[in-house]
């Protein structure tokens, strides 16, 4: 898309209105905010005004403020409102505040995921958290780390991951599954084992529902790994991306004790190497209050967060949208499908018995 106008205000309201209506109805907007990012934001900030456009956007991503101005200067130019409302905060910083573009699917993810949150249902967590209240797969984890394993617990651990796997969306493309199993993970009294236990759950999880899984473990060995060593992730990093994955997911507790910053650096040099793999951080945490100011080893990337069981839905909806494969959408949208038939059926059901 070639714009060949000043960067300033236009003084035609005509010439406005064609300007956002061209934008914000166009068939391949998603794909021009994601590709063109400097072209639109200069074509809209030249239709509105820079004050008035960057206001706009910045009212759309705070849910506290009265968002009747934003009908009046620029919804109203939109034939679909709430795909603008979902497209426009990324052509000035990701969902995270970090300054970055939107990796590919990104953008798709949180258009599917507006309609997903129509039939969304809450499942109320624990006020007070424990080793193991925080899904059956990672309290079997922790009772098999602390205790040792048993035949009992182990057949246990299979019927919950195939218990939660068959309700959660699948992925047919090639996922490189980075799992930080090092010393770090273990922790330390009551949460001992606990964070490296949901990582696990998460990956045992991954591996029913991706048919093309490698995992690349910083730690132990195994379907268990112990907890040991440092925690190199951009070497890891590096070995994930050999085999050119549809996507790259850290899972880490986020503390980086090998080489500070090395990830960073790395991250940062993939793109002048031709490597546009998008790479997601999933800090895997012990509730959802835990503090990851010095759990940020790379802010660069696109994170993720998870502490329960329950997170899994959506963390892997976010997953399989960001890695862009063609097979992405189609998968979703059956997901989807599937979630609306049975709670259709719950519903059915609750209504004949009441």
Known sequence: MALCFRLSPTNHKHTARAILQYILNHPQFEDMALRRRPAVVDAIEHALGKNVARGSVKKLSDETVDKRDLRRYLLRYAHNPESVKAILPFLYHSPLGTGLMPAAGEVKYTLVHQQYRHFEVQTERPKTV???????????????????????????????????????????????????????????????????????????????????LKVHTLGGVGELPMPEGYTDLAGALVDALEDSPDLVAIVSDGYENMYPGDLERVVATLPQLGIHTP???????????????????????????????DDFEDLLNSLFAIAGAKQTEASLQEFLRQKLTSQEKELATWTTSH
């Open 130 to 212: 424990t080793a193991t209240n925080r899904g059956d797969i990672s309290a079997t984890l922790v009772h098999l780390y602390r205790g040792g394993k048993s035949p009992e617990l182990m057949s246990a651990l299979q019927h919950y991951v195939e218990q939660a796997a068959v309700n959660l969306p699948k992925f047919s493309g090639q996922v490189a599954l980075v799992l930080d199993a090092s010393a770090s993970t273990r922790s330390y009294g009551d949460r001992e084992y606990c964070s490296l236990a949901q990582s696990v759950a998460l990956k045992l999880v991954l591996e029913k529902c991706c048919a093309n």
């Open 279 to 309: 790479i997601i951080f999933c800090h895997s945490k012990f509730t959802a209050l835990d503090d990851l100011e010095l759990r940020r080893p790379a802010a660069n990337l696109l994170q993720r967060e998870f502490w329960h069981q």
